[in-house]
């Protein structure tokens, strides 16, 4: 299966920027540089998992089927009439 093709319009001071970096680098092209840049983009983010205590709040969270609940808390639990 081939890889889609993707064209990028870089502005060219970026550009000009990329192809120091793809000389200075010893790269093939601009494009591998790219690639190579991302792949370690990719590999230094981390996905945060939210603290224990948040979490149990999470997997406990339970949608009420009520879009007013922030307006009309009062009502929903102490049973005032609806402002």
């Known amino acids: 299966m081939e890889a889609p093709v ?3 319009e870089l ?3 970026l550009y000009a920027e990329l192809q120091s ?3 200075q680098e010893n790269a093939k ?3 591998d540089m790219i690639v190579r840049l ?3 983009a990719q590999e230094k983010h981390v996905y945060l998992q939210p603290p ?3 979490q149990r709040i999470l997997d406990r969270a339970t949608d009420l089927g009520l879009d007013d609940l ?3 808390h009062d009502h929903y ?3 005032t009439d609806k402002q």
């Open 6 to 8: 993707v064209a990028v």
């Open 11 to 13: 502005p060219a001071d």
């Open 21 to 23: 970096l793809t000389a």
């Open 29 to 31: 092209d601009p494009v």
């Open 38 to 40: 991302v792949a370690e």
């Open 52 to 54: 224990p205590a948040f």
């Open 70 to 72: 922030s307006e009309q």
């Open 77 to 79: 639990l102490y049973g």
